[in-house]
């Protein structure tokens, strides 16, 4: 096989074909100057709402934020607690930390990365308000089960769909099925800014209207100010970025959504474990994971083949540092735990090749099979 580099995401890939339609949206704005919620905010924010099927959407300056203000304008604060997964990246169990709640972790499920649905039951109490669980890698949640226990206890569910822009459950969108989602603009999220950027979605129009208080210094009106001032607009710039972008998105996670076909069959038969999702979902694969053995070693060997890979996570929520005082130890959650050492993200972009899906996935193979001793 001919020797090849195949990064682990192409953001040149990417833009170039967009290149000049970016360029003049950029234009436009450096032109008018309307830096600070142009009209390009709220045409993106419809454009957005309809195309996960929500009633609103509320852009804001990053994914973190947009779960923050979420949680913010259902009045979850100090005394209430949020049913959060381990295995996610820090964001969402630190939105719940920075309005004052306590996040209370369970595993995840075994074969989809999911949040772990029959622990959840376990982990609510009177002071539990919400559940937020996480689309990870883009492979969407069993939504039904989260809503039918949220139902059952009177819960909020927010949705962290920052990795899952697009996906499908049940022919609904990531993001319109809870009470409302946080989705991240991130540059090398699904669909990314031109540096950070992020969107609340509800059907809930109280709840958009508080955001659009909230993010714009608790202001209904200039110099009145109702709320917690905070500053997390989103940037006209973005906008009109995203609103370049957004039309193709669909495409991108198709062409996503071949690669990952491709390397679910590459694997078929082998040592490597890929993700399993469920059959009345489409995910959006914004990480392609797998599981290995001697995950140390095969990173060491990606990297000498010039191939892409990482690690997400590689330490869980509740073994961070920073977490350290909620008194969880090590052997609290053992799938996340046992994963923590198994998980490798290979290469997944809009504009993968099958070529490059091949050549990765012939490395994984003959590493796997053979691999190197001490
Ligand atoms: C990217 C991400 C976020 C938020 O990201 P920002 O960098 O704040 O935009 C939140 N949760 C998950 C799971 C993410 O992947």
């Known amino acids: 096989m001919s020797s090849m580099k195949v990064p682990f995401v192409d953001l040149q890939a990417q833009h170039q074909p967009i290149m000049n339609e970016v360029m003049q949206a950029i234009q436009n704005v450096m ?48 005394g209430d607690e949020v049913i959060v997964q381990a295995n996610t990246f820090v964001a969402t169990p630190a939105a719940v930390s920075f309005v004052g709640a306590k996040p209370v972790f369970v ?39 989260i809503m039918a226990i949220a139902n059952r206890h009177n819960l909020l569910v927010i949705e962290d769909a920052c990795q899952a822009h697009g996906a499908f459950y049940k022919g609904k969108r ?20 031109a540096g950070d950027g992020g969107i609340i979605v509800t059907n809930d129009q109280a709840i958009a209207d508080k955001i659009k208080v909230l993010r714009n210094c608790g202001s209904p009106q200039k110099y009145l100010h109702t709320v917690s001032p905070h500053n ?28 990952a076909a491709e390397y679910n069959k590459l694997f078929e038969g082998t040592n490597i474990v890929t993700a399993k999702y469920l059959p009345e979902t ?30 997400h996570y ?25 994963y923590m050492d198994k998980i490798l993200s290979l290469p997944m972009f809009e504009h993968m090749t099958t070529e490059q899906v091949e050549y990765v996935a012939e490395h994984v193979k003959k590493f796997a099979a ?3 001793t001490a």
């Open 174 to 193: 990531a993001g319109s099925m809870g009470h409302a989602a946080a989705f991240s603009f991130y540059p090398a999220k699904n669909l990314g800014a």
């Open 232 to 259: 997390h607009r989103l940037d006209t710039l973005h906008a009109a970025v995203l609103k370049v972008k957004l039309p193709h998105l669909d495409g991108w996670n198709a062409n996503r959504g071949l690669r």
């Open 107 to 145: 595993d995840c499920d075994p074969e989809t990365y999911a949040i772990a649905y029959d622990q959840i039951e376990a982990a609510i109490t009177p002071r539990t308000k919400a559940i937020m669980p996480v689309h990870l890698y883009g492979i969407p949640s069993d939504m039904d089960r």
């Open 370 to 372: 053979e691999p190197v």
């Open 282 to 311: 489409t995910p959006v694969w914004h990480l392609y994971v797998v599981r290995v053995e001697n995950r140390k070693e095969m990173q060491a060997y990606l990297n000498e083949k010039g191939i892409g890979n990482a690690i």
């Open 31 to 78: 032109t008018k100057g309307n830096f600070i919620l142009g009209g390009e905010v709220a045409e993106l924010e419809a454009m957005f709402a309809e195309y996960c099927g929500t009633k609103y959407a509320v852009g804001v300056d990053n994914g973190l934020a947009g779960e923050i203000l979420l949680l913010e304008a259902y009045g979850i604060g100090p």
């Open 314 to 338: 590689p330490i869980p929520c509740h073994l961070q540092p920073y977490y350290e005082p909620l008194g969880y130890k090590k052997g609290a959650f053992p799938v996340t735990e046992a």
